[in-house]
């Protein structure tokens, strides 16, 4: 089934298991309140049941990426609060991993980086380069921004 602007990043990341990697553990963030109970690694030969279900996985999605894509953009990256993409400064509500102070981001080049919750008032990450506007803003794709499109839609975990 093609993923859609209302599925979840679990059924994004499905599809890698069992093919591309035996473990759900890859997805799991330790402290992110959408990553409870964890990882069972209970895994189906086909994706769909007990494979990444909800509570397994710690990470948000951004669609139609592919390794081609501008390295700058967020492929990857912990997951937002159900305010998409905001993080929240209480540890105790999902989006809350880092305190709202950083986040883990996966790039399309397969680079990572733990990057610096630098907007405060909307307590998200702002693009690289000066920018005024979040990295995972989807109105900035015509020129001469060309960053991400409604098409790139955000997917928070399950």
Do not use: H
């Amino acid at each position: 089934t093609p993923i859609s602007s209302g599925s979840t990043s679990n059924s994004a990341f499905r599809w890698l298991i069992p093919t591309y990697t035996q473990s759900e553990e890859i997805f799991a963030v330790p402290g992110s309140k959408w990553n409870f109970p964890g990882p069972d690694n209970k895994i189906d030969a086909t994706a769909g049941g007990d494979t990444l279900k909800a509570g397994e996985n710690g990470y948000a999605y951004t669609a139609a990426l592919q390794d081609t894509s501008n390295t700058l953009f967020p492929l990857v990256q912990d997951a937002w609060s159900t305010s998409i993409p905001k993080y929240v400064a209480d540890t105790s509500l999902v989006g809350g991993v880092w305190t709202a102070t950083k986040a883990i981001v996966i790039f399309p080049d397969g680079a990572g980086q733990v990057m610096t919750v630098d907007d405060r008032t909307n307590l998200t990450v702002l693009r690289p380069g000066g920018y005024a506007y979040s990295i995972w803003d989807l109105s900035k794709s015509a020129s001469p921004d060309d960053w991400l499109a409604t098409t790139n839609f955000l997917l928070n975990p399950e």
